[in-house]
């Protein structure tokens, strides 16, 4: 059985950094792609970034390009989303989700589309204060 936990959420203020990290275990194979989405309070999930965990390929919402960074530990079996000079609106629960690779999993994760995804985790919770 496929399981995503996630962790790192918390509070922070305006500016600072959280580092959130998806645990993945149960995957069949070592070939996947893991996503961030959030969703904020009021408002519609949305796609934050994802990798392909195998080829290393990365792909960002242009609201935290350049803020914020997706990589993977495949000994760990990680995947880790760095987020720097945090700002008020990235407040929202998020959460990672999954899919294993295969003919469509690229385009679903470049355009970090939550429809492809097959797994999800339940999410961690970040506020951040202005």
């Known amino acids: 059985e496929v399981q995503l936990v996630e962790t790192g959420g918390g509070l922070v203020q305006g500016g600072g950094s959280l580092r959130l990290s998806c645990a993945a275990s149960?995957?069949?194979?070592?070939?996947?792609?893991i996503g961030w989405f959030r969703q904020a309070p009021g408002k519609e999930r949305e796609g934050v970034s994802c990798i392909a965990v195998s080829g290393g390929k990365s792909y960002y919402a242009d609201s935290v390009k350049g803020r914020f960074t997706i990589s993977s530990d495949n000994a760990e079996n990680t995947v880790y989303l760095e987020m720097n000079s945090l700002k008020p609106e990235d407040t929202a629960i998020y959460y990672c989700?999954?899919?294993?690779?295969?003919?469509?999993?690229?385009?679903?994760?470049?355009?970090?589309?939550?429809?492809?995804?097959?797994?999800w985790g339940k999410g961690t919770e970040v506020t951040v204060s202005s």
């Open positions: 149960g995957f069949p194979s070592d070939y996947y792609v």
């Open positions: 989700a999954a899919r294993s690779q295969d003919y469509y999993s690229e385009w679903f994760c470049s355009s970090i589309n939550e429809k492809g995804m097959e797994y």
